[in-house]
């Protein structure tokens, strides 16, 4: 006996209707992942300009940029809030952690609170990745300040780059869970090794001057 013919419309025409939404569906989401690719870009950029005025200690552009970042960042945020696999894509993750890391740029330089994860409203790895490289920034910040022999502020701000490896070295979760901080641990281990050294022999060098200064006056008749 032959199949029975399938009434009219028959399940194909639910095919097309399935096809459809998830058409709608693919749709809003492609538009999601696109918005959040160009926020992401506009972010970094925001935060690259905000260090980049903070070394210069332009202080008040520093601001109204990191205020510029903070509104991409909510934008960020919530053009991927319905999407978890776009929120936790490689080009979301760097815009917010490139904003985490202006955020902690600004306070230690400035010796102010350093802002929580709850406060940036970022996850815990995303964080924990923007503080280490908000400690390997503060070398540029310590070699710039000791050519104008502000030794104890270099000092303060690599104490700072310490405590922070002492924090992310307590870390000892697998990559996956912290989105390979233990590697940016090694790097803030290297670069807080070179900036002892550097500082170290600053201090050295000024010590020595001092002393020589010091002999030429008692010297003097």
Known sequence: MAPETAKEG????????????????????SEARDAALSQSRLLVR???LTIRAIHREEYTEARELLGQARDTAKALRAS?????????AGYTKDGLKEFVEANIVLALVRAAPIPTSEEL??????????LAEA???MRRRILDIIRHDQMDEAERLLEAMDEIYNLLVTMDFPDAIT?????STDVVRGVNQRT???????LRQQRLLDALQQYDIADTP
Do not use: M, W
Request: include cysteine; charge should be negative.
């Open 80 to 88: 991927v809030a319905e999407y978890p696999d776009l929120y936790y």
């Open 179 to 183: 989105g390979g901080l233990r590697r």
């Open 46 to 48: 925001h935060c690259s």
């Open 10 to 29: 028959g399940g194909f025409s639910q095919l097309i209707e399935i096809g459809e939404r998830l058409r709608s569906t693919l749709t809003a989401k």
């Open 121 to 130: 409203e970022v996850e815990p790895a995303i964080y924990l990745n923007g």
């Open 196 to 202: 002892r050294g550097d500082l170290t022999t600053s």
């Open 135 to 137: 400690a390997t920034e």
